[in-house]
């Protein structure tokens, strides 16, 4: 397969102003109609207009309404030589959206006919320049069956509809804002529609709907509210408005990822719109908001100013994400979300900038670009851009927006451009901070800092790995806290704190007018994305988890003590010997336990250990048995410690009232379900009852699945009833039995691969449905002792499932095929293994280029 360089980007050689597209849905067959207006690019000497195209048949070409046969037909090109500079193209060809199992270009799923166009799908649609700097206006025809597919929604504006013979239908649109074709929607399908509307602050009123499969109008309520909340905040936070009059959300069951931004017209996965609340849990309502918003912050970051090539993805994912990240700690809980944000970075991004796809936020090249909509490119890019505003201060980051969105409105740009944009509104230099988008691999910071009593002065010594761009520029905020627990001012800080810029690969720092001797507290709410070494003592660690008055780092001093701990057991375990937990983690367990209701989340976070994954980052040679069992006997020695405290704290938290998502009754629950979880660890028959009555009485669905995945964690009878329990309540629900799903193949449970196996062939499991792979099978990717099993079996299963799904969704395929990533982590003998199945999917006949290049990656 051929990899494509950001070096080698040119120009588009022509344009394409208009695009007239006409779809005729027929029972097995669409018929695609496309008249481009097309001219030449002045700015690029070339002499053939190159179409691209896939699983086209192709029925006629025109040019300026006569037909021609002088075109070349290549692989997936159309090649038209000696065209004139300003001409009317028209292509007609017939597509197979039934036969469509990649839901990639226009496909069918439950009820109707749907797109996703994003990254290179509309090729598969129409002849194309499908390129993200070919912007284009479109006007949209769709006919269709009426009973069948009554609802014919495309980007934009309705403007036409009538009714044609034998029963079908057609309606027109017409989308004024100029886009490129990955933005391109269709949607020709039965489904209910949930209206409202929202008045721009400028007077603009927006009509909104949300469609939905006949029958779910009750589950749409949420992401709603969540669609005027995000409206409303980007007006607020951003002065931007919608452009719309029309913005419609489409929820569809078979879907690749999330969602996708089409303008005007998102379609979405159903996992990120329906919730009610005897179906969905607390995270799947902040999921929603954070999806719904996500999109929506698209409209302006991504559409209005979009990608120039593919490589620069990261300039509308990292800053979408920023965005909504921004929104959900300002909806939800500024503290609890950024500790998620930092777990989901260490968990996903770091692994994968350690290991074969480590790639810059900016690629330098690439083979299949489905492959780089990754953990880099949105988590790390948004880090990168919060980096910014830390840098230049909330302030001159909206001014830098501003300058942006000037600048570049309706254009297709870099990322150098969005950085300028905060160069030039701030008066910073950011030249150096560019090389956070050439380099891959996580940086390190190393921190010592020395106290000299007679001067009162503390120096900070920060030093930064060498990366291959040269020295980066780290914003490392910092306080000192004092013996007492309060912060110490020094010179230069604001609220007792400063902005520490690291630029060399050395520097050294001095407070003075220090008076007693201080402890650190460097990196506050994760200032930079990189690894900080500072040798805390224990007791530095426990001061900090009680004091410091930025709550991340409470949270970090935690997880670092916990997670030292758990590795020197998994060491111990590894020689034979018995893990030894110090006393003094009990007081500090038992300290968060007594929190208040405002604070009860934060304290789940602080109780929930370091995942396996994680920690697993910073073995050389990982067991996952010794590693799975430090970490579990941590839990279940404080389990027994401070049984009675889980157990007062869990029957203090009992629900009050009836549901509501609001954060801080989730934070009750969710501390309530570490609780159950802890005491569970002891493994009684009270406990596993008081699990199951949590189960059978609970008014919704998080109290419900967390006492289901408490369960699901062993191989009781209580486990396998409440198992049972579920499906037969929830069969005709997939995204619960998305859920049952997971749950199972999550399971730390010895037989949870001969389960998985089962599974795979039980009427609830479909090769064919994203979601349901996700759930089973990458969710057993991602369970750290089952899948490295020592004999290799977790290797053989995923790689035949791979091989046998990449004939169906080669794209989902790959994505399953990342669970391999870290294979070079574990000993020899598990490396044997996972280079066989590596092996037997790379060789496997037909592979995909999406496959191909992970795997290539893995064993390269
Ligand atoms: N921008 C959207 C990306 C997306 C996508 C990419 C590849 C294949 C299928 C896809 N579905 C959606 C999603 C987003 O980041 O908002
Ligand atoms: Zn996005």
Known sequence: PKTIYLADYTPPAFLIDTVDVDINFQPDYAEVTAHLAVRRNPAVAAASLVLDGEELELLSVSIDGVVTDRYTLGEN????????????????????PDLNTRLSGLYRSANGYFTQCEAEGFRRIS???????????????????????????????????????????????????????????????KLDVLRDSYRTTSGREVQLGIYVEPGRLDQCD???????????????????????DHYMIVAVGDFNMGAMENKGLNIFNTKYVLARADIATDLDFENIDRVVAHEYFHNWTGNRVTCRDWFQLSLKEGLTVFRDQEFGADVHNRQVARIHEVRGLRAGQFPEDAGPMAHPVRPASYIEINNFYTATIYNKGAEVVRMIQTLIG???????????????????????????????????????????????????????????????????????????????LIPVTVALIGPDGLPLPFEGSIDSQCVLSLSESSQQFTFENIAVPPIPSLLRDFSAPVVLE?????????????????????WEAGQRLAGRLILQATEAISAGLEPVWPERLVAIVSGML???????????????????????????????????????????????????????????LAPLGAYAPDSTSAGRRALRTVCLGYLCEIDTVSYRAAALQQFEHADNMTDQFAALAVLAQGSSDESRLALAEFYRRWHDEPLVVDKWLQVQAASRCAETLARVEALTRHPAFELRNPNKVYALLRAFGGNHVRFHAADG??????????????????????????????????????????RAALNMIHDHAGLSRDVLEIVARALG
């Open 222 to 244: 949420h992401a709603m509210a969540a669609l005027k909340k995000s409206m409303h905040w980007d007006e607020q936070t951003y002065g931007l408005e919608c452009d719309l």
């Open 127 to 189: 002849w194309f320049t499908d390129r993200p700097d070919v912007m284009s206006r479109y006007s949209v025809t769709l006919h269709a069956d009426q009973a069948l597919l009554p609802c014919l929604l495309s980007n934009g504006n309705p403007v036409a509809s009538g009714v044609e013979a034998a029963g079908r239908h057609w309606a027109s649109w017409q989308d004024p804002h100029p886009k490129p074709c990955y933005l391109f929607a269709v949607v020709a399908a």
């Open 77 to 96: 090109t159309l090649v038209l030589s000696h065209v004139p500079d300003v001409f009317r193209l028209s292509t007609v060809v017939r597509i197979r």
């Open 594 to 652: 007594a929190c208040s209701d405002e604070t009860a989340a934060f304290a789940a976070e602080i109780l929930s250990l370091p995942g396996e994954a994680t920690l697993a980052e910073q073995l050389e040679v990982v067991d996952p048995d010794a590693l799975h069992a430090a970490r579990n006997s941590l839990r279940r020695y404080l389990a027994c410690q401070l049984e009675a405290e889980f157990r007062a704290c869990y029957e203090r």
């Open 793 to 834: 079996s977790g290797y053989r299963f995923l790689a035949a499932q791979i091989c046998a799904l990449d004939a169906i969704n080669p794209q989902v395929a790959s994505r399953l095929a990342r669970c391999f990533d870290r294979w070079r982590k574990f000993d020899a003998a598990r490396q044997a293994h996972a």
């Open 394 to 472: 909330r302030a001159a980051f909206r001014r830098g927006m501003d300058l942006y969105f000037e600048r570049h409105d309706g254009q297709a740009v870099t990322c150098d451009e969005f950085v300028a944009a905060m160069a030039d509104a701030s008066g910073h230099d950011l030249t150096q901070f560019m090389r956070w988008y050439q380099q891959s691999g996580t940086p390190h910071v190393k921190a010592s800092g020395v106290y000299d009593p007679a001067a009162q002065r503390y120096v900070l010594t920060l030093a930064q790995s060498a990366g291959v761009c040269g020295n980066l």
């Open 534 to 554: 500072f040798d805390y003592s224990d007791e530095a660690l426990a001061h900090l988890l009680a004091h410091d008055t930025d709550p991340f780092n409470r």
